[in-house]
Antibody
Framework: QVQLQLWGAGLLKPSETLSLTCGVY????????WAWIRQPPGKGLEWIGE???????NYSPSLKSRVSISVDTSKNQFSLIMRSLTAADAAVYYC?????????WGQGMLVTVSS | QSVLTQPPSVSAAPGQKVTISCSGG????????VCWYQQLPGTTPKLLIY???KRPSGIPDRFSGSKSGTSATLGISGLQTGDEADYYC???????????FGGGTKLTVL
């Protein structure tokens, strides 16, 4: 059974760059898309983007200019880079598998943006 | 404001049935599968329904999904207090090349 675990810095200052990595355990990348999703405190889900094992990516139009998602199949990992952070980027960040029917989800990581 | 529109909240008594709607457009719900997620308080979202009306293993048949045109509906029958959660619809938007989520609906079991 595939499990996802993400890590990275959780406290950042405005204008800094967020870097998160998600490890895929118990399975291979297969033909899935691997996604990043976030949820601001008390708010709904927001899809950030996705990548497949060949490195093909799709991004949310509203975040596309600040986001990069990459994959390292040799390490069974995929990563998120988000630049020029503001307070509005504070959220729980999730990594997950899939596009239509996203499952499983990683445990989530709270990212705080504060000076 | 989400492209997919859900009611902010719904409520019903234990044992009753409730439906949650998700309204979109031709480029998203109208031409792609819809899925539904349940997020219990303080937990990670869980897939409830995929491909409009299919349930992953372990999801009870009290949960059902349907789609008609540019709208989808989640049904929950035999409501239990443990069903109190936020529910989100999701789909792909072919014009945006992006996954969309609805704004979420908070279910209260009175």
């Amino acid at each position: 059974q595939v499990q996802l675990q993400l890590w990275g810095a959780g406290l950042l200052k405005p204008s800094e760059t967020l870097s998160l990595t998600c490890g895929v355990y118990g399975g291979s990348f297969g033909d899935y898309y691997w996604a990043w999703i976030r949820q601001p405190p008390g708010k709904g889900l927001e899809w950030i983007g996705e990548v497949n094992r060949r490195g093909v990516t799709n991004y949310s139009p509203s975040l596309k200019s600040r986001v990069s998602i990459s994959v390292d199949t040799s390490k069974n990992q995929f990563s998120l880079i988000m630049r020029s952070l503001t307070a509005a980027d504070a959220a729980v960040y999730y990594c997950a598998r899939g596009k239509l029917g996203i499952t499983p989800w990683g445990q989530g990581m709270l990212v705080t943006v504060s000076s | 404001q989400s492209v997919l529109t859900q009611p902010p909240s719904v409520s019903a008594a234990p044992g009753q049935k409730v439906t949650i709607s998700c309204s979109g457009g031709r480029s998203n719900i109208g031409n792609n599968y819809v899925c539904w997620y349940q997020q219990l308080p303080g937990t990670t979202p869980k897939l409830l329904i995929y491909d409009n009306n299919k349930r992953p293993s372990g999801i009870p048949d009290r949960f059902s999904g349907s789609k008609s045109g540019t709208s989808a509906t989640l049904g929950i029958s035999g409501l239990q207090t443990g069903d109190e959660a936020d529910y989100y619809c999701g789909t792909w938007d072919s014009s945006l090349s992006a996954v969309l989520f609805g704004g979420g609906t908070k279910l209260t079991v009175l």
